[in-house]
T-cell receptor, first 119, second 113 residues
């Protein structure tokens, strides 16, 4: 069965510094996708970044990048130049992908990491 | 384009009461989901739907029922609420192609006394 593990319940980072949020996953599938979501204190879930298991390059979206190490089954989120607005819960999630394209199955979420950015 | 909306935003129930949570999306998405979020537990899937007229059980379906009579709406029902159902409920939707990121509603905070 698929499983997502986020081992850091809480993290602190100084404003303007970079921070890495850990995510490891367990799956027997060859084709899968990894997602990161942000949940600020207001409660909404915001999609941040996606990495496919066959993508050769690490995904980047603005200040977010995904450090994907397939052999180690890790998909860590890196936030560069942290801002006060980055304070939030961050969730890692995974879904199986179909070899012919498209996706199936449901997202499996980790328990999240609470990031606090200090001024 | 409102995205995913949820009604109501807050609700307090007494044990044994029933209620229905409504989720609506205007993105013509095929897939819709209901999750519950509890402290320290992340998001857990209650029920989901892969298209109009279809529903399926997720990880924690007991005590809940769902219906998807129209493509844009996904209803979550609690027939006899229990304090263990105190939670924040999220609805999400996605289209069937691509990588399938889910778009979430704002959530409903439910308290069962």
């Amino acid at each position: 069965a698929q499983k997502i593990t986020q081992t850091q319940p809480g993290m602190f980072v100084q404003e303007k510094e970079a921070v890495t949020l850990d995510c490891t996953y367990d799956t027997s599938d060859q084709s899968y996708g990894l997602f990161w979501y942000k949940q600020p204190s207001s409660g909404e879930m915001i999609f941040l970044i996606y990495q496919g298991s066959y993508d050769e390059q690490n995904a980047t979206e603005g200040r977010y990048s995904l450090n994907f190490q397939k052999a180690r089954k890790s998909a860590n989120l890196v936030i560069s130049a942290s801002q006060l607005g980055d304070s939030a819960m961050y969730f890692c999630a995974m879904r199986e992908l179909l070899p012919q394209g498209g996706s199936q199955g449901n997202l499996i979420f980790g328990k999240g990491t609470k990031l606090s950015v200090k001024p | 384009n409102a995205g995913v909306t949820q009604t109501p935003k807050f609700r307090v129930l007494k044990t044994g009461q029933s209620m229905t949570l409504l989720c609506a999306q205007d993105m013509n998405h095929e897939y819709m989901y209901w999750y519950r979020q509890d402290p320290g537990m992340g998001l857990r899937l209650i029920h989901y739907s892969v298209g109009e007229g279809t529903t399926a059980k997720g990880e924690v379906p007991d005590g809940y029922n769902v219906s998807r009579l129209k493509k844009q709406n996904f209803l979550l029902g609690l027939e006899s609420a229990a304090p263990s159902q105190t939670s924040v409920y999220f609805c999400a939707s996605r289209w069937g192609g691509g990588v399938g990121e889910q778009f979430f509603g704002p959530g409903t905070r439910l308290t069962v006394l």
